[in-house]
């Protein structure tokens, strides 16, 4: 099952585990793994700014042209290899000049970066 949370709804859930996580704390008891880790996925949704898209991508497995962000369409290792013509190790070991950004476990590249990085190798090769 699948549920969508508005950001009021999000940062209202950090600030409740929050305090059942502090709370806790006080009372030297330990903190159930499964709240640290919905903790931790919360925040990781709240601080992203491509949160709505990379929910979506985590449901249907791809990124449709119809959830660019106003940064840009975002795309996964393999898609991002697929353009620059090397195998998906290769996107991973340059992620940090593609721009690649770690989220669920997966790594996200703009579509525009990925682009330009092709441009300027192709001008460096003239």
């Given at each position: ?44 949704i ?8 990379m ?5 249907t ?45 997966r ?20």
């Amino acid at each position: 099952m699948t549920a969508e949370l508005s950001p009021d709804e999000i940062r209202a859930a950090l600030y409740g585990l929050g305090e059942f996580r502090d709370r806790r704390a006080i009372m030297g008891r330990p903190v159930p793994p499964s709240i640290t880790a919905l903790l931790s996925r919360l925040e990781t949704i709240h601080r992203c700014p491509m949160a709505d898209v990379m929910a979506d991508v985590s449901r249907t497995r791809h990124v449709s042209p119809g959830d660019a962000t106003n940064s840009g369409e975002w795309i996964g290792t393999k898609e991002a290899a697929r353009m620059l013509g090397w195998h998906p190790r290769k996107v991973q070991r340059h992620a940090a000049d593609l721009d690649g950004k770690h989220l669920g476990g997966r790594l996200w590249f703009q579509t525009r970066t990925v682009r330009e990085y092709m441009k300027d190798a192709e001008r460096q090769q003239k």
